[in-house]
């Protein structure tokens, strides 16, 4: 199973500024996603990015608030841009299994807090 | 939206058998069921997954009726370990997306 790291593990900032949350993968894989995950709420997926193509975004998220990066087969960034308190929530990368395609594989989450 | 419904919370005693039940009654015929878990504070975590047989893992077995409407989950022996909110998802392997519902918030009390 692919292990995957989050940088920051949480954070708290103030309203306006951007944050950018990365995600690392110790294997190659094609396909990562982010999640967020509102205060006692389920995961909604933002966007799955693919490498050397710009990132799909779910209906509700845009590129402008939710920019992200994929340079690579190992490596994610996504920014959340002019930040307001309504986006306090966990952010989460995962990875879908390579193998098969069949599983994803879920990051420990990012915990961002905007006062 | 989530293809399926759980119960929002459940009670087990710890050594004794979670039994947790999930409806797909629209699954399609190459959707697949699949569990999660996410104990508190940490992503998610993947525990099985099946098409129409029953399946078991060190972790857990999944019971999955014939008309493939419904499904259960059981963890044999459940510990305070294993108290985390559990994920029914269906989902084909054709690019589909997971869709997470609201999941069951199982407590596993000593």
């Known amino acids: 199973s692919a292990v995957i790291s989050q940088k920051p593990s949480r954070d708290i900032c103030q309203r306006g500024t951007s944050l950018t949350i990365q995600c690392q993968v110790d294997?190659?894989?094609?396909?990562m996603f982010w999640y967020r995950q509102q205060p006692g709420q389920s995961l909604t997926l933002i966007a799955t990015?693919?490498?050397?193509?710009?990132?799909?975004?779910e209906s509700g998220f845009v590129i402008d608030k939710f920019p992200i990066s994929r340079p690579n087969l190992t490596f994610s960034t996504l920014t959340v841009s002019n930040m307001s308190p309504e986006d306090s929530s966990i952010y989460l990368c995962?990875?879908?299994?390579?193998?098969?395609?069949?599983?994803?594989?879920f990051g420990p989450g990012t915990r961002l807090t905007v006062t | 939206d989530a293809k399926t419904t759980q119960p929002p919370s459940m009670d087990c005693a710890e050594g004794r058998a979670a039994n947790l039940p999930c409806n797909h009654s629209?699954?399609?015929?190459?959707?697949?069921v699949y569990w999660y878990r996410q104990i508190h504070s940490q992503g998610p975590q993947y525990i099985i997954h099946g098409l129409k047989n029953n399946e078991t893992n060190e972790m857990a077995s999944l019971i999955i009726t014939e008309d493939r409407k419904s499904s259960t989950l059981i963890l044999p022996h459940a510990t305070l370990r294993d108290t985390a909110v559990y994920y029914c998802i269906v989902r084909d392997n054709y690019g589909q997306n997971f869709v997470f519902g609201p999941g069951t918030r199982l407590s596993v009390l000593p």
């Open positions: 990015a693919n490498q050397g193509s710009e990132a799909t975004y």
């Open positions: 995962s990875v879908e299994d390579e193998a098969g395609a069949t599983k994803q594989y």
């Open positions: 629209t699954i399609s015929g190459n959707e697949y």
């Open positions: 294997s190659q894989v094609t396909m």
